[in-house]
């Protein structure tokens, strides 16, 4: 009787020269949503099981620091470009007066001429050096402009791939912060079976050999091969695991399902790994 407990206990069993495993059905391409930051969550677009497509925008934060930040940004831009037409009009009309000087110097005793044509050149001067100021003080703030509209679309939390919401940890109006969680995609698309290995199986084992799989609760059965071998054990269980590729063709697998893989043994060595 204790032989036969021990013997129902383990994850594989040989049976008919097959070595049988069991496995669990897993997303190759899970997402883990996180806010890039601080604010109070403003709108949610999708609730848990809903499906989602790339750069649907899943939330929206708001702030009221960065509302008015960018408010100030905006209205230091729009005033540098205020100041910039106002100085670069000056400019214009200060050569055209130099250049009437110039055409009507007949009019003008020599000194003068001179005399106004200094004043004019001063004057030109000095708003060609205020019109270069304002040009430097317009691409300042014109870039910390751009850098508000790339945090704006933090703003703005944005699927990465198409999947399912399968877990959704934040409400309206909760506070989130850079880095934490808010939610989980599953890709449906990309799926594979996980399965575990006993360490004395182990050595039937190797990277792209075939196997057939079973999916019980759905009457599924399909064929695929050994994708990876994840070289860390559980060292109370002392298994190994490995992954499962299979190319779904139904809809109604998801991840979670209970899977099991069947190796062949037939006309084979054991492998050394």
């Known amino acids: 009787m204790k032989y036969i407990l021990l013997a129902a206990l383990t994850l594989s069993s040989l049976f008919a020269g097959d070595l049988v495993l069991t496995g669990t059905v897993i997303s190759n391409n899970q997402k883990m949503i996180p806010s890039r930051y601080m604010g109070y969550v403003k709108r949610i677009n999708f609730e848990v099981g809903d499906k989602v497509y ?21 209205l230091a831009l729009a005033q540098a470009r205020l100041m910039l037409d106002s100085f670069s009009t000056r400019s214009r009309i200060l050569e055209k007066d130099r250049d009437d000087l110039k055409r009507n110097r007949k009019n003008f005793s020599e000194q003068n001429f001179r005399y106004r044509l ?31 509209a790339t945090i704006a679309g933090y703003l703005k939390i944005q699927a990465p791939n198409d999947g399912i919401l399968v877990d959704k940890r934040i409400r309206v109006g909760d506070m989130v912060g850079p880095g934490m969680l808010t939610m989980v995609i599953v890709d449906l698309d990309h799926l594979e079976i996980q399965a575990e290995v006993a360490e004395s199986d182990l050595k039937y084992i190797k990277r792209d050999k075939p196997v057939s799989i079973e999916i019980p609760s759905l009457d599924y059965k399909s064929s695929g091969y050994i994708k990876a ?12 695991k490995i992954r499962i590729h299979f190319e779904k063709t139904n809809d109604m697998i998801f991840p979670g399902m209970y899977a099991k893989v069947r190796l062949s043994l037939k006309n084979e060595m054991p492998v050394k790994n």
């Open 54 to 74: 790339r750069e649907d925008i899943l939330f929206e934060l708001e702030s009221a620091e960065f509302d008015i930040l960018e408010a100030q940004a905006d």
């Open 118 to 148: 200094t004043e004019l050149d001063e004057l030109a001067d000095e708003a060609d050096k205020t019109v270069e100021a304002m040009q430097v003080m317009v691409e300042q703030t014109s870039e910390k402009v751009k850098q508000f």
């Open 229 to 240: 071998i994840v070289p860390s054990a559980n060292p109370m269980a002392h298994t190994f």
